[in-house]
């Protein structure tokens, strides 16, 4: 999820780049030539009176016969519902875990807390991923990515299903993070890939659910489980799963890269015309992949460390995703300890949560209106603040629950009542994601993947964390004061969408990194 705004917004912008003569200028500018370059029937071309635009007579582009956006709408949406299925088995993998502990514990011989690092080091690997996969999906497109990652994170998952020690196990829950880090940065572009601007609202509010559903699924399935079975096969579930998103990402997902596309096109066509001069962008690629790697890498840790707007930014969403993970520790503590459920009560207990963010996600058509009427208002270019409104009222939410949460968890209180109190913090935590993803995306624009990564790197860490110290919290502080903390420090971050609203323009034009309009 993290890159697929990015994405979108490079596609668009080489598209722009590929735009045509009319078909009658090229027959004007080619009357009376020589010689007539050979031209594929399905290809466009563009004609100048240089060399350079002689040679652009043989750059390919897409025909309605393979571009992605021309496919038919049910395969599309069958696409777009295994990439997202394929997604919600990444974010679930996150946070199965949750309630292994206790068995890691005793049949692994360690304490508790080293058991708490399968979800760290998942999350980890997760956040350090896209550093790789995004480069790497810009020359070899998404279908490579998709299909070799997957496999990956199905055959290092049996080592942690089966493992004769808790270093096997651990190394491999990280590498299985990075692995599958593919579907929450790389995913979301196979979204703009296939629909229009105008219609890709939907089909990407179906995705975005997906990585945010995944870690509140995640400890539901392992609370039943755990309970009536030993703490493995949880994995065993997984592998199950994976197996058969593997199985529908190889039969029915096509690569939809536009760039990548192209290249194939272009070698199709010297190889059935013998004629080499056909090319396409990538075969021209100026930066290598070893640079495009480098620069993913360093460019990131640049921008948090230069730009304080984006570091706060990136430290607002990895506080509330670190407290999403920490809850996987607190609400056993919650509800376990002060009213007495099962593993598996305990494990629906996090039903709140996920009510909160399909609420949220069932906004999108009203904040898309709202979205609208400020391009109306701004004649079609508004200023990329306007994407923190969204944040404002996520940035309500999220402390409020977390309050409301905080004095709700005495014994003597109804067990519904604090359930019930999740709601707006999983409503909050959609928000707040939505409205920080796009301003990076637009307020920083030349380097949208660098933003994006830096954000899932640090949010990443913040959620790794966060578990390891949840347990030694809530003892010290109790459920009233430890969550009641937690909600403080969201208060602290609240007005943040709002001062940047207001002065936002003026920090970016102080700005090394982001757009100066």
Known sequence: MDSKMSESLTVDAEKQHQQTLPVDAEKRQLAGAEKTPSVHPSTKTVVGSDKSKFQDAFRVEL?????????????KWIIIIVISTSALCTAFASSCASFTEEGIARDLHVVREVGILSISLFVEG???????TGPLSEVYGRNIIYRVSYFLFFVFT????FPPNIATFLVFRFITGFCSSAFLSVAGGSVSDLFENRKVASPMAVYTISPFLGPV?????????CQNANWRWVYRVLLIWQFAMLSLLIVIVPETYEPVLLKAKAVKLRKT????????????????????????????????????MALLLDVWTALLLGILYLAFQAFPIIFEGNHGFSMQETGLSFIGIGVGMVIAVACQPLWNRFNARMREKHNGHPPPET???VGQVGGILAPIGLFWLAFTTYPGVPWIVPIIASVPFGAGIVFIFTSVFTYLVVAYRPIAASAMASNSALRSTFAAVFPLFAGQMYDRLGTVGATALLAGLTTLMAPLPFVYYRIGHRLRQRSRFAVKT
């Open 217 to 225: 699924i995640g400890p539901i399935v392992s609370g039943f489980i």
């Open 63 to 75: 025909d309605a016969s393979d571009d992605p956006k021309q496919l038919p709408p049910l395969r």
């Open 158 to 161: 049996w080592p942690v299903a």
């Open 387 to 389: 994407g923190l409104i």
């Open 126 to 132: 997760l956040g350090l991923g896209p550093l790789i």
């Open 273 to 308: 015309s013998g004629d080499d001069r056909y090319w396409a962008p990538l075969d021209r690629r100026e930066k290598s992949l070893s640079r495009s790697i480098l620069e993913s890498i360093y460019v990131p840790f640049q921008l948090i460390l230069y730009d304080r």
